[in-house]
């Protein structure tokens, strides 16, 4: 599965700049090319479109690297079309219904509510002189600007608790 919005944000990190016209966040993710398993993953759940056209967003967004270091056979079970409901929780955790950039965050841990979709979960996102954490994964590149939201490049796929 191809996440492009991924891909694209890694490619403008590497390239430290961005255009004031910057892409959607699948554009955007597209062309950074380290989030193919994260666009084919929104592709196989539908979510493609949304995170395309949908408005002031945050994307935690997870490499390929990150996704290659979840347990053998995950991200192929997540991708059957029998665990489609599974695999739009587990994307869902990783988008914000509004914009949050790193310079919002105080100096403490705060709790943010993810998009419908990922069964009302709460993300914990700190940040200290060290750095900004969601849940468990690193913030490894912040602030990425799309279009239409925001993308936080993260090293670990984000799993909602049962």
Avoid: C, W
């Avoid at 062309?31 to 935690?60: C, H, M, R, S």
């Avoid at 993810?114 to 690193?138: M, R």
């Avoid at 490894?140 to 909602?160: C, E, K, Q, R, T």
């Amino acid at each position: 599965m191809r996440l492009s919005m991924i891909s694209f944000v890694s490619s403008l990190v590497l390239a430290g700049s961005v255009s004031a016209n910057a892409g959607t966040i699948v554009e955007v993710a597209q062309g950074a090319g380290q989030f193919n398993t994260l666009i084919a993953a929104a592709q196989a759940a539908g979510l493609d479109g949304a995170l395309a056209n949908g408005e002031n967003l945050t994307v935690f967004a997870p490499t390929d690297e990150a996704f290659a270091a979840l347990p053998d056979g995950t991200v192929e079970m997540l991708l059957k079309p029998e665990n489609k409901d599974q695999l739009i929780a587990v994307l869902s955790y990783h988008v914000l219904p509004r914009k949050l950039a790193s310079t919002d965050l105080p100096g403490r841990t705060i709790h943010v509510k993810a998009i419908k979709g990922s069964g009302d979960k709460t993300l914990s996102v700190s940040k200290t002189s060290s750095g900004v954490t969601v849940d468990k994964a690193n913030v490894i590149s912040a602030d990425i600007p799309a279009d239409n939201g925001i993308i936080h490049v993260v090293d670990a796929v984000l799993l909602p608790s049962n």
